[in-house]
């Protein structure tokens, strides 16, 4: 597809980026804003799955109510 990167030229891309960086406290900056990119990006698509009513607060209870854990049988027990 035109346009796109592939994960190598981005990964590259990422490397230079960083090789250019002078002090920890660059790439912690850094860091924290790849994060905020990712939080923004996860904020608005939960925006739009609340919009279009596919997201909703008893979904939200019924996720905070499961139970996601493995259980472990424990040999003599």
Same mark, same amino acid.
């Given at each position: 597809?035109?346009?796109?990167?592939?994960?190598?030229?981005?990964?590259?891309?990422?490397?230079?980026?960083?090789?250019?960086?002078?002090?920890?406290?660059?790439? /912690?900056?850094l860091? /924290?804003?790849?994060?905020?990119?990712?939080?923004?990006?996860?904020?608005a698509?939960?925006?739009?799955?609340?919009?279009?009513?596919?997201?909703?607060?008893?979904?939200?209870?019924?996720?905070?109510?499961?139970?996601?854990?493995?259980?472990?049988?424990?040999?003599?027990?």
């Open positions: 597809m035109e346009g796109e990167m592939t994960l190598h030229e981005a990964r590259m891309g990422l490397l230079r980026v960083v090789g250019q960086m002078k002090s920890v406290a660059q790439i /912690q900056e860091r /924290q804003i790849v994060s905020n990119y990712y939080a923004q990006k996860a904020t698509e939960m925006d739009q799955l609340w919009e279009s009513g596919e997201w909703s607060a008893e979904k939200n209870e019924a996720l905070l109510n499961e139970h996601l854990r493995t259980p472990y049988r424990y040999a003599g027990l």
